[in-house]
């Protein structure tokens, strides 16, 4: 039953963000990625920060050890962005009213990036794949909140990525083909992370630091940033609820399993 929830919880992020991409207009797709970024971001940092790293923790490995690990999983997560390989995309062409590139901007950068910005997402979906895994063999509850942050995060990923495949000039079918099959690199993460990690219980306070300190570098590197523009009071507003009710989620859901 566990690698079934596995590769349910792998297969939804993907399905789901194909699915909205599909169904709605780029203009109402753009909007919907705003709210959904202050969302994620809540889910993420509150799951890492309540659930994960407590979790991890309360174990019997060295609190030392887990401090490094930590910072290890910051370092690499910021590394691999470096290189271009952990990319994350939630904008839209003339999604910020202040800047100053010019018209098609957006479509120049994807044409010539589109195919890092695929390499890098399918990297970022297998690590997903690797961390989902990894938190249903610790305990099913934590697999289920852990999922729940992860999809929260992937839709806008997806979504994003879509929009700048469009202004790249590809078609809307050949966007939504290429997400998805990004997005089956969680499947693969997760049905490997489930037969390669779960004979070495002792390596799980490590991977949920390290899951950890995905969900901290995605949150406070990427997500937050695009939060910290100037907007009428009425938006940030709007930020601020979806930020609590992400955060809500996962406060209920970690009162729930105690």
Same mark, same amino acid.
């Not at 401090?67 to 995309?89: D, I, Q, S, V, W």
């Given at each position: 039953?566990?690698?079934?929830?596995?590769? =349910?919880a792998?297969?939804?992020?993907?399905l789901?963000?194909?699915?909205?991409a599909a169904?709605?207009t780029?203009?109402l797709?753009g909007?919907l990625?705003?709210?959904?970024?202050?969302?994620?971001?809540?889910?993420?940092?509150?799951?890492?920060?309540?659930?994960?790293?407590?979790?991890a923790?309360?174990?019997? /490995?060295?609190?030392?050890q887990?401090f490094l690990?930590?910072?290890a999983?910051?370092?690499?997560?910021?590394?691999l962005e470096?290189?271009?390989l952990y990319?994350h995309n939630?904008?839209h062409e003339?999604?910020d009213?202040?800047h100053?590139?010019?018209?098609?901007?957006d479509a120049?950068q994807?044409?010539?990036?589109?195919?890092?910005? @695929?390499?890098?997402?399918?990297?970022?979906?297998?690590c997903?794949?690797? =961390?989902?895994?990894?938190?249903?063999?610790a305990?099913?509850?934590?697999?289920?909140?852990?999922?729940l /942050?992860i999809?929260?995060?992937?839709?806008? !990923?997806?979504?994003g990525?879509y929009?700048?495949?469009?202004?790249a000039?590809?078609s809307?079918?050949?966007?939504?083909?290429?997400?998805?099959?990004?997005?089956?690199?969680?499947?693969v993460?997760?049905?490997?992370?489930y037969? =390669?990690?779960?004979?070495?219980?002792a390596?799980f306070?490590y991977? @949920?630091v390290?899951?950890?300190s995905?969900f901290?570098?995605?949150?406070?590197?990427?997500l937050i940033p !695009?939060?910290q523009?100037?907007?009428p009071?009425r938006?940030?507003a709007s !930020?601020?609820?979806w930020? /609590?009710?992400?955060m809500? =989620?996962v406060?209920?859901?970690?009162g729930?399993a105690?």
């Amino acid at each position: 039953m566990t690698l079934l929830y596995i590769v =349910i919880a792998t297969l939804a992020g993907g399905l789901l963000s194909v699915l909205i991409a599909a169904s709605l207009t780029v203009k109402l797709l753009g909007k919907l990625v705003r709210h959904l970024v202050s969302l994620s971001a809540g889910l993420l940092l509150a799951t890492a920060l309540l659930h994960v790293l407590p979790e991890a923790f309360e174990s019997k /490995a060295d609190t030392h050890q887990l401090f490094l690990t930590l910072l290890a999983g910051l370092m690499f997560f910021f590394l691999l962005e470096k290189a271009e390989l952990y990319r994350h995309n939630h904008h839209h062409e003339g999604d910020d009213p202040h800047h100053h590139h010019h018209h098609g901007f957006d479509a120049e950068q994807a044409g010539r990036g589109g195919w890092s910005v @695929l390499v890098g997402d399918s990297i970022h979906n297998f690590c997903d794949g690797i =961390i989902i895994a990894a938190a249903f063999l610790a305990d099913t509850h934590l697999g289920v909140v852990t999922a729940l /942050a992860i999809i929260a995060h992937e839709i806008p !990923q997806e979504v994003g990525d879509y929009i700048v495949l469009l202004n790249a000039g590809f078609s809307r079918a050949k966007a939504l083909l290429y997400n998805a099959i990004s997005g089956l690199a969680a499947v693969v993460g997760g049905v490997l992370g489930y037969f =390669i990690v779960g004979p070495w219980e002792a390596l799980f306070p490590y991977l @949920l630091v390290a899951a950890s300190s995905s969900f901290i570098y995605v949150a406070v590197a990427d997500l937050i940033p !695009q939060l910290q523009r100037r907007l009428p009071w009425r938006e940030t507003a709007s !930020q601020l609820a979806w930020l /609590a009710v992400g955060m809500g =989620i996962v406060v209920v859901a970690v009162g729930s399993a105690h």
